[in-house]
């Protein structure tokens, strides 16, 4: 006779045995493609899938170091189960090219799902594909070359400004925050157009609010089998973040009432909607296609992924210059050669060509956006094997730009390899830190050409200093953006004049 406990164990194996049937019926195709990729038989879990090789590290988990580790340990491609969600991981960038480019592969993976409720489900980052090629249509407007032609004179205004920030320091430790604060700033001046005199004290509140939002993101980002909902309710770091979500919005909200008002007393502004800065371009046509709570959805997105993203550019980049006192050199010369003590403008810039392949290899380095994410929404052949729909595609993008097949010692800085008569060396679809395909950054000029004004304008004023040798040093992390775990040493001396 079975007693209690015998009882539980044989429930327990029977409905085990039963998840496992499903499953595997469920997913009979996913498995048929997965058959001939590396980590087939490493064990799927309940619940957590193949997240728990994470055990193994030796550290709290992230999906820098867990791919790293699989990629070092298992080969690519790999199959990778997150919960019962099946994602393809390929470093191949041939298979990349179909896949990112394919019309059925648009939308973004249900791994976002934790992100959008930080950024909003109807922001663009998340829409499905119908409704994200409308909008994204109208919101290119405000990226327009005309329109980033006029702001390069703000750029180049708040980069002398960080200039005399940084200055003042006298050498002391420069911080993330320092570039934070600049690139915020400026965003705020241009792509939002807002008056930054006006709303100086909001501005740096709501800086302050979403540089402590993105930590959260990223504590979270790590933990996805805790349900948003509990965590943002039950959890101390979920009910602060909750906060500073609320506190945030009452800003935004106040700045968009003020904004609209302005509009409303220049219609003939807002009817040349051609030719305006991206907020006023978002609620020119709040009526016709935007709520208020999806434009507050939207200036969050494009507030956060610009202000994320360059900050830690600049940020890294500073400190790779000043691991390289070479590199440093070539780039203050090309700059006093190019443009001397003249104003970095729409006139000059496009002559710093050594000072563009820089930022671009900072970017095959420390990429800011490390992983994307898609679902196949149908059969796709990718020559040779088809990944079935249903699929998830996982685009480890700071590991491909580490492949060795597509770059010359990897671990090395090297700008040259993006001078122009390189170019045509770099493999289609192997570096991407804007994304690639019709889905990619629909601010990458806008960022490129705010990096090139700040990297140039700093390089003529200082040169920098770090104790770290190596890239290798950075304990790397990421949430959506990549960040570094611990504190990092940078500090700026003023160049004398000769």
Known sequence: MFNAQSLLVSSFWLSLLLFYLRFFYVHRKTFKFAWNNKGFFLPVLPVVGTTWTALVIGKKPDLITLGSWLYKHVGAPINTWIGHEYHYVTLNADELKIILSHPKCLNKSRLYNDLQNFYGKNSLAFLAQEEWKARRKHFLKGFKPIILKGFMGTFY????ELAEELKGLNGALVSYEHMHKFVFTTFCATAMGLDIKKFADELIEFGNLREKI?????AKVVSPFIPYSIWINFFPSGRRTAEYMERSKVIIEKIIRERKIELEKNQEYVANNNEVPLLDLILSYNQEIMTDEQTYQEMVLFASAAIETSSYVLYFGFIILAMHPDIQEILYNEVIREIGDQEISAKNIARLKYTEAT?????RLVPSVPFIARIIGDDIDIGGKVIPKGANILVNIYLLHRVAEYWENPEK???????????DKIKPFSYMPFSQGPRDCIGKQHA??????????????????TKHKSVDEFDLSSSITIYSTHPLDLHFATRTKS
């Not at 205004?157 to 002398?160: F, H, Q, W």
């Not at 490129?448 to 200093?465: D, G, H, P, V």
Request: aromatic share 12%; with cysteine; net charge neutral.
């Open 359 to 363: 930022i671009c290899e900072v970017m």
């Open 157 to 160: 205004g708040y980069s002398c």
């Open 214 to 218: 993105e930590q959260a993101i990223g």
């Open 448 to 465: 490129m050409t705010l990096l090139k004004i700040t990297f140039a304008n700093m390089i003529r004023n200082f040169k920098m200093l």
């Open 413 to 423: 800085f090297d700008p040259a390899r993006f001078l122009p008569e390189n170019l």
